[in-house]
């Protein structure tokens, strides 16, 4: 019998054994001299009622995965996992590595600069600036512009987070562009109710670092706020590679009820950092301390404000609405490498982007029957993003300096607009299905009205435009004792940049921009929480990727964008994670012990390419396995350590499979396989002090995880910190 028709059948005969039992008793108080009346016996068929908490192997998925439906977005059948960064300890100065260490197949490319990330994933692209990894802030994306310029350059300090939620398959149906995956950053917010409270975090380590990062929040009434505001310096490793950053941030909530809530976030970061300049192979080997460009330098400014409403209207209907409006500046000083005893360059560029964005997000949920959940909305974006450069013989010239020479002026546009609708079926036998579409238009234009000056092509005036309708499916099946099986069959695109249309150092337009990369994706996988303390999340991946676009030369100086072939992605992806003192009294006092691994196992090869002999070649950073795990020891309220692994196999770091160069500027064909460890703890002395420490990169390997044409970067040695945070 299904377990949903046994529980009321059991109820049913529990409810009707104290009727059994008042007539039993009645016939026993039968006088004596009655007439005994004859009775049948009737035997009743036995019902095995077994309890079965649901509420807790719920409560025990959700340390480390996704809601299945997290207020108005649907992400049962989705692969998701989720870092809850109070459960380790602190995340110093944006250490990638350590904020990403459970988070299974994201590749971090080392660049050690506050002003440019490289994240990568199962092989789909360069990870150049997380070009190819859609990468949110609640909800709300931070590329500088999200579809005519999808790069990162900001990322907000680990201490303002609550939490990294990583979204596979279908994240392209539920936040739009890039093929997959989302990775959406969690802000803190207090909760209504939170006391008024002030902390303090001084924090020093080697090269120079020291970080700074301070608190306020509380609530009265219907209102609750939270502000800090933080600074991390750096002199890095080489000269001219130091960097500073500062953060601030502030959360305003008005509650009126609990059906109705309204907040402001505010967002603004600013960060420069000297551009050392990367090596050549023998370069590195003989001094990776060596800066062949001493006078460039990068700096970016990024200020976001979002207003937010999330009612709920009652029978089931939730709306949750968000409008923001984001400006960055990005600007760069550079000019060509030179080492010593080479003369330096006669002249430097200035360049200056900036993005000027706005969009509205508005979703709605309707819950209704047993656990079904429809969602729908629609997704509208501006963005205006001029583009400017200028040449300087001041090789130290100010970033705010426009008395050179003009080089370059371009205005650029994008402008995306999305309808989207999905709807969770609850079945019998506990099987669930999810079908999604979502329909996307995209526009980018460039008008150019200064081109440089060694180019003899026409001024570029393109526009392109894009309609692009896309499904998924999704299947599940809960089983056992907080078991799942999951099936995600889902589509997704990159949309075209600004680059993509035309090549503004070209000496050629092309005349019409390549069709959009668009993907497919399959993964099928099982996990849950079949004991006390142990997780598990294992799957199967396929990925075809059609329509690559990449830059080809078409003479000894001209590059154009052009589509140039396939690629198809597919492995596995396994997580497991145990507490083992979960079963024990220690924890309920507090007390976990938690060994965690994950494995990323990838084959990837170009499936077809208009480039001669590509085909079978494996995409560039796109290692064969990414291994991750961590042993940590956490005691509530008192301490946190956690020792943590990354270990990475070779990769090529370009499509061609081949080295590039020769002498000092010679690249390897093969970015070296690497294994690098950090260990890191939180203690807390009393509920007013709390002492930080940690070292990353503890066996100190020397070693590097990206390369560009231009040459490679350089890693981290080892490096340490140690700190104190107070708490009023």
């Known amino acids: 019998?299904?377990?949903?028709?046994?529980?009321?059948?059991?109820?049913?005969?529990?409810?009707?054994?104290?009727?059994?039992?008042?007539?039993?008793?009645?016939?026993?108080?039968?006088?004596?001299?009655?007439?005994?009346?004859?009775?049948?016996?009737?035997?009743?068929?036995?019902?095995?009622?077994?309890?079965?908490?649901?509420?807790?192997?719920?409560?025990?998925?959700?340390?480390?995965?996704?809601?299945?439906?997290?207020?108005?977005?649907?992400?049962?059948?989705?692969?998701?996992?989720?870092?809850?960064?109070?459960?380790?300890?602190?995340?110093?100065?944006?250490?990638?590595?350590?904020?990403?260490?459970?988070?299974?197949?994201?590749?971090?490319?080392?660049?050690?600069?506050?002003?440019?990330?490289?994240?990568?994933?199962?092989?789909?692209?360069?990870?150049?600036?997380?070009?190819?990894?859609?990468?949110?802030?609640?909800?709300?994306?931070?590329?500088?512009?999200?579809?005519?310029?999808?790069?990162?350059?900001?990322?907000?300090?680990?201490?303002?987070?609550?939490?990294?939620?990583?979204?596979?398959?279908?994240?392209?149906?539920?936040?739009?562009?890039?093929?997959?995956?989302?990775?959406?950053?969690?802000?803190?917010?207090?909760?209504?109710?939170?006391?008024?409270?002030?902390?303090?975090?001084?924090?020093?380590?080697?090269?120079?670092?020291?970080?700074?990062?301070?608190?306020?929040?509380?609530?009265?009434?219907?209102?609750?706020?939270?502000?800090?505001?933080?600074?991390?310096?750096?002199?890095?490793?080489?000269?001219?590679?130091?960097?500073?950053?500062?953060?601030?941030?502030?959360?305003?909530?008005?509650?009126?009820?609990?059906?109705?809530?309204?907040?402001?976030?505010?967002?603004?970061?600013?960060?420069?950092?000297?551009?050392?300049?990367?090596?050549?192979?023998?370069?590195?080997?003989?001094?990776?301390?060596?800066?062949?460009?001493?006078?460039?330098?990068?700096?970016?400014?990024?200020?976001?404000?979002?207003?937010?409403?999330?009612?709920?209207?009652?029978?089931?209907?939730?709306?949750?609405?968000?409008?923001?409006?984001?400006?960055?500046?990005?600007?760069?000083?550079?000019?060509?490498?030179?080492?010593?005893?080479?003369?330096?360059?006669?002249?430097?560029?200035?360049?200056?982007?900036?993005?000027r964005t706005q969009g509205l997000d508005l979703r709605v949920r309707k819950a209704w029957g047993h656990g079904n959940a429809f969602t729908a909305g629609t997704v509208l974006f501006h963005g205006s993003d001029p583009f400017r450069q200028w040449s300087s013989p001041d090789l130290y010239v100010d970033r705010h300096d426009r008395s050179g020479t003009p080089r370059l002026r371009q205005a650029r546009s994008s402008d995306y607009y999305a309808v989207f609708a999905e709807n969770v079926f609850r079945l019998p036998h506990e099987i669930h299905v999810v079908p999604s579409v979502r329909l996307e238009r995209e526009r980018v234009a460039v008008d150019e009205t200064v081109r440089p000056p060694f180019l003899r092509r026409p001024l570029i005036h393109e526009a392109d435009a894009r309609t692009v309708p896309l499904f998924g499916l999704g299947i599940g099946n809960d089983f056992g004792h907080g078991n799942e099986t999951y099936l995600n069959v889902s589509q997704g695109w990159r949309p075209l940049r600004y680059f993509d249309m035309a090549s503004p150092f070209a000496n050629v337009v092309p005349g019409h921009a390549p069709d959009p990369s668009k993907s497919l994706s399959w993964e099928a996988g099982v996990h849950g929480v079949p004991a006390t303390g142990l997780y598990y999340d294992a799957s199967l991946f396929w990925i075809d990727f059609r329509n690559r676009i990449e830059a080809r030369h078409i003479n000894a100086t001209d590059v154009i964008e052009v589509n140039t072939g396939d690629t198809r992605s597919r492995g596995f992806e396994g997580q497991l994670s145990y507490d083992f003192l979960a079963p024990t009294a220690r924890a309920a006092r507090g007390e976990h012990l938690e060994a965690f691994a994950s494995v990323s196992l990838l084959d990837a090869k170009f499936t077809a390419s208009t480039i001669p002999g590509q085909v079978g070649k494996v995409p560039a950073y796109a290692p064969r396995y990414l291994a991750k795990a961590g042993l940590s020891w956490r005691v509530e309220q008192r301490v946190k350590l956690s020792l943590t692994a990354v270990s990475s196999a070779a990769q090529y770091w370009q499509d061609s499979d081949q080295p590039l160069g020769s002498g000092a500027s010679y690249l390897p064909a093969r970015i070296p396989a690497c294994t690098v460890l950090d260990l890191a703890g939180d203690w807390q002395l009393n509920r007013h002090v709390k002492l930080l420490a940690g070292i990353s990169n503890l066996a100190d390997r020397r070693y590097y995880d990206r390369v560009w044409q231009t040459g490679l970067e350089p890693a981290y040695g080892r490096s340490w910190y140690t700190g104190v945070q107070l708490k009023l």
């Not at 108080?29 to 068929?45: E, Y």
């Not at 150049?128 to 609640?138: F, K, R």
């Not at 109710?193 to 090269?207: D, E, K, L, R």
Request: hydrophobic share 35%.
């Open 1 to 355: 019998m299904p377990r949903r028709a046994a529980l009321p059948f059991a109820l049913a005969c529990a409810l009707a054994l104290p009727a059994f039992a008042a007539a039993a008793r009645q016939a026993d108080t039968t006088p004596d001299h009655a007439t005994p009346t004859p009775q049948s016996v009737t035997n009743l068929p036995r019902v095995d009622v077994h309890g079965y908490d649901w509420r807790r192997y719920v409560a025990a998925k959700l340390r480390h995965q996704m809601a299945e439906v997290a207020g108005t977005k649907i992400t049962v059948t989705k692969k998701t996992t989720v870092t809850h960064l109070d459960l380790q300890p602190t995340v110093i100065g944006n250490n990638l590595e350590q904020l990403l260490a459970r988070s299974p197949g994201v590749l971090v490319s080392q660049q050690p600069t506050p002003t440019q990330f490289n994240l990568g994933y199962r092989g789909l692209g360069n990870p150049q600036e997380s070009e190819y990894v859609l990468v949110m802030q609640d909800g709300i994306p931070l590329e500088s512009d999200w579809i005519g310029f999808p790069t990162l350059y900001v990322m907000p300090l680990a201490q303002s987070l609550s939490e990294v939620q990583l979204i596979r398959g279908g994240s392209s149906l539920l936040y739009g562009p890039e093929p997959a995956p989302v990775i959406n950053l969690v802000t803190k917010r207090p909760k209504p109710g939170t006391p008024f409270s002030a902390s303090t975090g001084q924090v020093v380590g080697n090269h120079g670092l020291y970080s700074t990062y301070n608190t306020l929040e509380g609530s009265g009434g219907a209102w609750t706020f939270r502000f800090d505001a933080a600074y991390v310096r750096s002199d890095g490793t080489r000269p001219n590679a130091q960097s500073q950053m500062r953060q601030a941030d502030f959360y305003l909530e008005y509650r009126p009820s609990d059906r109705n809530l309204w907040w402001l976030d505010l967002h603004a970061t600013a960060a420069d950092s000297g551009d050392a300049g990367r090596l050549g192979y023998p370069q590195w080997q003989a001094d990776p301390r060596a800066t062949p460009t001493p006078w460039n330098r990068d700096w970016v400014d990024r200020d976001q404000l979002v207003l937010g409403h999330t009612r709920e209207f009652g029978d089931g209907w939730r709306l949750t609405g968000k409008l923001w409006f984001a400006y960055q500046d990005l600007a760069s000083r550079a000019a060509s490498g030179a080492l010593a005893p080479l003369p330096p360059p006669a002249s430097t560029t200035l360049q200056d982007e900036q993005f």
